[in-house]
């Protein structure tokens, strides 16, 4: 079975199927001697080389890997910035033959919830709208939100780039004229949330992604912290966006101890400390909002 040459070098975890598009237009693709097109279609059986390293098709998405990364405020989503400010990107794991694809972003006021991926088809599919997969953030509201407001806003808003809604918002308490919600949303557009909030005149001082999909923020991923997901975890992704999961190998004694060292280290290199305030970690005594109960978007 024959598959697109973007798609099986994305699964091979070179970058994403957009990126692996623009190399191959760039001739950095040679299949079986030839220098690749787009629009080519590749087997098990073809030489695929990527600036003239050998890419083996058949363990493409074999060792797919994601991990969840708590975001901090004050990091941008990019692999490098001329301003000069750390990214998120900084804090992960080093990799050989690969890199980490970002699955959506978060804007630099932003914290919480990221996943990266070794697998771009992966990252592609769970990032494409026609998944559907929602998006459930913490937010802090100043302001007076009435019933009227969560009507309109699950109802739906025309912003500047088309209608926009939550599929649901739950009380998550709060003091004074900051109250604290728990909202979900259908994707990702740039500062979707506080735009809808905005639209009724409220603003948003606080915002914290919790969950994407299935996979929500673990409490031992502090912030600016990573962690590994298990095979299986990533195999249920995979079924979710109808990817063939990768069979799990008993894994032998040194790759469990290699697998070991890999997670404990969760801050390689010298991370750059970020500003900003993260309520689930500082030792500042502030109100923290309760967790919801029964929520229909789950």
């Not at 220098?35 to 363990?59: C, H, K, M, N, W």
């Not at 708590?70 to 690969?98: A, Q, S």
């Not at 909002?289 to 789950?298: D, M, Q, T």
Request: hydrophobic share 35%.
């Amino acid at each position: 079975m024959d598959e697109k040459l973007q798609k099986v070098l994305a699964r091979a975890g070179l970058g994403s199927r957009r990126e692996m598009e623009t190399r191959i237009r760039e001739g950095r693709v040679v299949v079986n001697g030839e220098v690749a097109t787009l629009g080519d279609r590749v087997s098990s059986e073809d030489q695929i080389e990527f600036d003239g390293y050998p890419v083996s098709v058949s363990d493409a998405g074999q060792n797919r890997r994601v991990i969840i990364y708590n975001k901090p405020e004050g990091e941008v989503c990019t692999r490098k910035d001329p301003e000069g400010r750390p990214t998120v990107f900084d804090r992960l794991p080093k990799l050989r033959g690969e890199r980490w694809i970002a699955v959506g972003r978060l804007d630099i006021n932003t914290s919480g919830l990221l996943l990266f991926t070794t697998d771009g088809e992966l990252a592609n599919r769970l990032m494409h709208p026609s998944t559907e997969i929602d998006r459930e953030y913490l937010v802090r509201v100043m302001g007076q939100v009435t019933d009227e407001n969560i009507a309109t806003l699950k109802k739906g808003v025309l912003l500047d780039d088309g209608m926009a809604s939550f599929s649901d918002v739950v009380d998550g308490g709060g003091e004074g004229i900051n109250h604290w919600f728990y909202v979900c949303l259908m994707e990702g557009r740039n500062r979707e949330v506080r735009r809808l909030w905005e639209s009724q005149g409220l603003k948003v001082n606080r915002l914290k992604r919790v969950r994407f999909g299935p996979v929500f923020l673990p409490s031992k991923a502090k912030v600016g912290r990573w962690v590994e997901m298990e095979d299986v975890e990533v195999n249920g992704l995979c079924e979710l966006v109808n990817i063939q999961p990768a069979p799990i190998k008993q894994k032998t004694k040194q790759e469990q101890e290699d697998l070991k060292r890999r997670r404990a280290k969760q801050v390689p290199g010298k991370a750059r400390r970020t500003k900003g305030f993260d309520w689930q970690s500082s030792d500042k005594q502030e109100f923290k909002p309760k967790k919801p109960g029964k929520r229909s978007f789950r």
